[in-house]
């Protein structure tokens, strides 16, 4: 499957070889240790997967169901009227269908994929950057892209990438595409970074969003037994990134299956062209909100009752 695919999720291998994902793992292990392949956090990739990007075939089938669940709590982020930009992935793309349904909004993006998406929804403008197409990604990249950035002011930007850590924030394995995603936030008062939990305590190559600049976190529970999974959205949380971890399971809580991250603290949002009334599904507020510890007793719940 790794040969196939470039990468795999031991939670993908357990469904399909119909066993156990702790089996899985020490099965993981013993094939690295034959140089057959490479551990990443949360699955596995070809040896060299460092330097080594999968293309979009390959992301495609990776972690389908939590991207799904991402992509809808992403989505809910977003108002009518307002102007966001939208980065390359497979993730984006999933909130781009989404986004479909938001009327009047602007979505600016150099992912053809994410244009797709959005070419019949009468009531969004889609305006793509220049470029030059990567076809791994289908995404517009090079000085072309970057140039057309140059003035553009927006509310948020929603972008992916290939391994998201606290000490270096959200990274990628190639350098154009990284070099495309810094201008898109430069573009934007606002970052929100959409990652499964397969790219949580990864690294890349080339750093895109460094840890301070990220505004907002949506990813989905990791497993019991992912404890760097865990421990790295903890450090995330306390360098101020708000967390909203989406639900992929049939068990939801109070607030739909999302839910804040407890060790998130609040950080100072930065001003938006726009300011909105209302708290999205998964977002935090801080001290000073009235709602933070109201929200943390709220998701201790949510945590015991899917425990039990």
């Known amino acids: 499957m790794v040969r196939a695919n470039g990468a795999v999720s031991l939670r993908e291998l357990a469904r399909v070889v119909q066993t156990s994902e702790v089996t899985v793992r020490r099965d993981v292990r ?4 034959e140089g057959l392949l490479d551990r990443r956090h949360g699955g596995a990739v070809l040896p060299g997967g460092f330097t080594r990007e999968s293309g979009f075939p390959q992301k495609s089938h990776l972690a389908t ?11 809910s982020l977003v108002e009518e009227g307002e102007a966001i930009v939208v980065g390359a992935g497979t993730t984006t793309q ?10 009047g909004l602007t979505v600016v993006t150099n992912s053809l994929l994410v244009a797709q998406a959005l070419a019949h929804a009468n009531r969004v403008e889609v305006v793509m950057t220049g470029g030059t197409l990567r076809g791994s990604n289908y995404a517009l ?10 003035g553009l002011r927006v509310s948020r930007a929603f972008l992916s990438g290939s391994g998201l850590t606290a000490e270096r924030g959200l990274s990628t394995s190639n350098m154009l595409s990284a070099s495309v995603d810094r201008a898109l936030v430069q573009a934007a008062a606002e970052v929100v970074v959409l990652a499964d939990h397969t790219k949580l305590g990864s690294d890349t190559m080339f750093q895109t969003v460094p840890t301070d600049v990220i505004t907002r976190l949506v990813t989905d529970e990791p497993p019991a037994h992912d404890d760097r999974a865990a421990t790295e959205l903890q450090a995330l949380a306390d360098q101020g990134v708000q967390i909203a971890v989406a639900g992929t399971g049939a068990a939801t809580g109070p607030t739909g299956g999302d839910q804040v ?15 909105r009334g209302r708290m999205a599904a998964g977002q935090f ?9 109201e929200t943390m007793e709220r998701t ?3 945590a015991d009752m899917r425990r039990r």
């Open 285 to 293: 507020r801080g001290p000073g909100g009235g709602m933070a510890a």
């Open 94 to 103: 999933e909130l781009a269908r989404r986004l479909a349904r938001v009327p």
């Open 30 to 33: 013993a094939l690295e240790a």
């Open 261 to 275: 991250h407890p060790g998130a603290r609040a950080r100072r949002d930065m001003p938006l062209p726009v300011q």
């Open 300 to 302: 201790a719940r949510v």
């Open 141 to 150: 990249v090079g000085s072309g892209a970057e140039q057309s950035l140059q």
């Open 65 to 75: 169901a939590e991207k799904t669940a991402i992509a809808d709590v992403a989505a």
